[in-house]
């Protein structure tokens, strides 16, 4: 009998997801973002389900680097560019595209050779203040760029700060500050939008559009469910029960003796805790999905185990599976009962937890 705890990742979900890109905007390349392993869901074999990703994003060489040698030939861009003269020089050599975000990475291109000139992507600071060149100075960047020889190609690219939000006055003001930069420069491959950002529709797509949650079937947007957006999760969270019993009215369960039975009540223990990636602090609301029914968590949720009340499914055994989240149970609940994001929530599932894929 094993443990039971793994994430179901749904290739054909993904492929799906991908396709609600493509038809979402259909006049632009896809940039899928891959960083974080996936979101969690395996860097790797996202990859290779994308197959017709026009490119892939990471945060790291790392990244990029383990992408390459699982035979990953589309464009791979470093999002936060090269850290180094060495990495800079390796980036060359593997063919990555990077970000320029900082002076100091223009200097590095204007002062070290590369085997390859690159195509780099000018990252401008519309609005977001996190990274970027901020737009005054980037049409002065970009001939600094034309001018160097470790540059084969310049593109504009630039990031969001609150495309979940419809009604944010920021989504106006930095596409039209992009789109402004782009008609300045005459740049012909640009990219502003990640996945709430080019579900805000033509005008914030530009050239490439930059989606990562959507991919992985999670909403990006405030207003709206994934299924609301014909998205489907691609990766299922599951454990199963390793032991049950009846915790007599009165009693309590778990660390710190946080719930106390009002009736005698059965409990099942989830072989799943925050060791493997299941919030740690969720409210009082949460439950999982046992043979389709709401058992609600009870007690703390520990390292590696949960407890839940299982009065709604009385045939509920050893081995019965549990999911924490995926099918019928979206991430995004869970995230809201943590008091966290989508995001995290897929991207924390930690490497203890086998990832199992299928194909639907
Ligand atoms: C620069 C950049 N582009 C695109 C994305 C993808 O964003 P999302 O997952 O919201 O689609 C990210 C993710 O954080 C990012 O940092």
Redesign the pocket.
Known sequence: MSRGTRAVIDLRALQHNFRQVRERAPGSQVLA?V?ADGYGHGAVAVAQALREADGF?VATFGEALVLQRAGITQPILL?EGVMSAEELQLAAQHRFQIVVHQFWQLALLQRVAVAQPLVVWLKVDTGMHRLGIPLTACTQVWEQLRACASVNEIRLMS?LACADDAGHPLNRSQREGFAALVQTTGAVQNSLA???GLLRGEAFQFQWV?????LYGAT?LAEASAEELNLQPAMQLESRIISTSVVPAGETVGYSATWRATKDTPIGVVAIGYGDGYPRHVSPEAFVLIKGERCPLVGRVSMDMLTVDISNVPDATLETPVILWGKGLPVEWVARWAGTIN?ELLCQVTDRVERVYTAG
């Open positions: 973002v960083k994003g999002m990031h990640n996945s709430a930059r989606p990562g949650l959507m990006p995001y």
